[in-house]
């Protein structure tokens, strides 16, 4: 669906939602992911259904979550004629069931990005995926450690993904237009999530409210024999030393309640 469509039909998009619809080539878009024809994806965002009904032509089955029904319209035109399309009207944050195995993929709603993928990472069935996002925000999930945009969040995915950057996409392809260009990124799971990580979350956003002060400061009773050079600051360690670190942290709080 083009711009000039969404015009004609007047249609209102709410800035609350993060919504901003791709308008560019979808099967450029497309060409740079693996799906195969015994796929199942999950999208989140369905928007207008322009990108879905695509994927569904590549794959076996395309489940698409949107949480506007006001977009039922478009979406009826697009997905109507596909039978391996089902659209499910809710927030996908609220999910809880989920197929064994999947592919993933989500033109981010810009307002929920890090809630989606943080989702995703305790979802141990999505083993791949891709998504888009605001290229700020993107740019901080794959960077490493050493950068000034490497932070809590960074460390968060990593621990449970690979990513890779594969194309950055121009304002003026999504409609509205963002302030901002978007990039397109892969991801991988390298890690799957358990309840021993249900503190990580925390346990790296206090460190990195710390960020400008030396870790022997603070994390010197978790360090035990690792090489890690107390000098250095939150955004220099790599995130394996932070997974090691944090189950340091685990065992020493057991031993407290022991």
Not at 77 to 84: E, G, L
Not at 173 to 188: E, N
Request: hydrophobic content about 35%; overall charge positive.
């Amino acid at each position: 669906m083009s711009k000039a469509d969404l015009l004609k039909q007047k249609f209102r998009f709410k800035k609350s939602l993060g919504q901003n619809i791709f308008i560019g080539n979808t099967q450029n878009l497309l060409n740079l992911t693996n799906f195969m024809d015994d796929d199942f994806i999950i999208e989140v965002g369905t928007g207008t259904g322009n990108i879905t009904k695509e994927i569904a032509k590549r794959v076996e089955f395309v489940r698409s979550y949107e949480i506007d029904e006001r977009l039922k319209e478009f979406i009826n035109q697009n997905v109507i004629f596909y039978k391996n399309i089902e659209v499910k009207y809710m927030d996908f944050l609220l999910e809880d069931k989920f197929p064994e195995r999947f592919k993933f993929f989500s033109n981010l709603p810009y307002s929920q990005a890090t809630e989606i993928l943080k989702k995703c990472s305790m979802i141990n069935s999505i083993k791949e995926g891709y998504f888009m996002i605001q290229k700020e925000l993107g740019e901080r999930i794959i960077s490493k450690e050493g950068s000034k945009k490497y932070g809590a969040i960074s460390i968060f995915l990593q621990t449970f993904f690979s990513f890779k950057s594969l194309k950055e996409f121009s304002k003026n392809l999504f409609y509205p237009k963002p302030k901002v260009d978007s990039i397109f990124i892969y991801f991988k799971r390298i890690r799957e999530w358990n309840d021993d990580f249900k503190e990580y979350e925390t346990f790296l956003k206090d460190i990195f409210s710390k960020r400008r002060k030396k870790i022997k400061k603070y994390l010197s009773d978790y360090l035990n024999d690792m090489n890690i050079d107390t000098n250095l600051r939150p955004e220099d360690i790599k995130v394996e030393d932070y997974i090691k670190i944090y189950e340091n942290f685990i065992r020493s709080k057991d031993k407290s309640h022991s």
